[in-house]
DNA sequence: AAATATTTTGCAACAACGTTGCATTGTATT
DNA sequence: AATACAATGCAACGTTGTTGCAAAATATTT
């Protein structure tokens, strides 16, 4: 399956520009997920860190990636699949991160499960993130 | 069950001081969860920002505290059960986050679901958190 | 294609959060 | 009570993320 940048944007209403266009790009071609930090080392100077924050939140706002939830307590982005759109997000797939290599993982293929909650308490959101080793690191 | 803040802290070879009563008392009188912002506004000025820093992480690392991963990526800890040890967490319950009132909740009789992972993975530790209205804000 | 309107970017400044080194104070041990 | 040891407060610093605004880039209109 081909995933077309260009498209992608327009279709989001978003202005072709370079910082946009690298930044999904890098996205496109990476397995896990991207910390902030991950996309400012591999553009190097080419963006600023303020522009890199706000193509990330635009991103996440229009439904194109969606936030990680991690133990540590940092904060990473992946692609989300085609049925999120803006302001609804529908990735309600399991995350994995390695202990070893730190890659994060979307196992899009293993949905949250089911949890009887308290009485009273109603749920909206449910995240599942695994730390272990990965298929590589075992 | 009644909790001894010396004895807990005896038990786990620290040092009886004025902040690690006070702010584990807090952990004991406390429903839910506590961040670091809670215990700064609690304490007043009787407490250096570094000294809740270091109590905390030293409560994590002893055992007496465990963090919670939480869908904001803020940090947030609450008590633990007595099975934890220095370096052994047992804390395998989910953990509830209400969009309202933002108080998290150990919900210790939900322990988190078994999920099988792809070929090659293995998990080391499974977080559940859910975001929703409490019983309290239902 | 050029002119205009709209968006995005880079910079600077700031705020929140967290860490480290070290002298001072408090706790435990003899 | 004296000594040894550990925790605290302070200052300084680093990282992460946000905001306002002028300059630059993109989109739209003529
Ligand atoms: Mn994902
Ligand atoms: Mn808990
Ligand atoms: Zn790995
Ligand atoms: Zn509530």
Redesign the interface.
């Known amino acids: 399956m081909l995933y077309s940048i260009i498209e992608t944007l327009k279709k989001n209403q978003l202005s072709i520009t370079d910082s946009r266009k690298k930044i999904l790009e890098m996205f496109v071609k990476t397995k896990g997920a991207l910390a902030h930090a991950d996309i400012e080392h591999q553009s190097g100077t080419e963006f600023d860190r303020v522009t890199i924050y706000r193509t990330l939140q635009t991103f996440v706002e229009k439904g194109i990636i969606h ?1 990680i ?3 540590d ?3 990473r982005y992946a692609l989300c699949k085609e049925e999120c759109s803006e302001g609804h997000h529908h990735d309600d797939h ?1 995350h ?1 991160m390695c ?1 070893d290599c730190g890659t994060t993982y979307c ?1 899009d ?2 949905s949250v ?1 089911h ?22 690191c ?1």
């Open positions: 936030t939830p991690t133990a307590n940092s904060v399991v994995f202990d196992l293929k293993i499960p949890l009887n909650l308290p009485n009273g308490f109603t749920a909206s959101q449910t995240d599942v993130v695994v730390s272990g080793k990965c298929g590589k075992n």
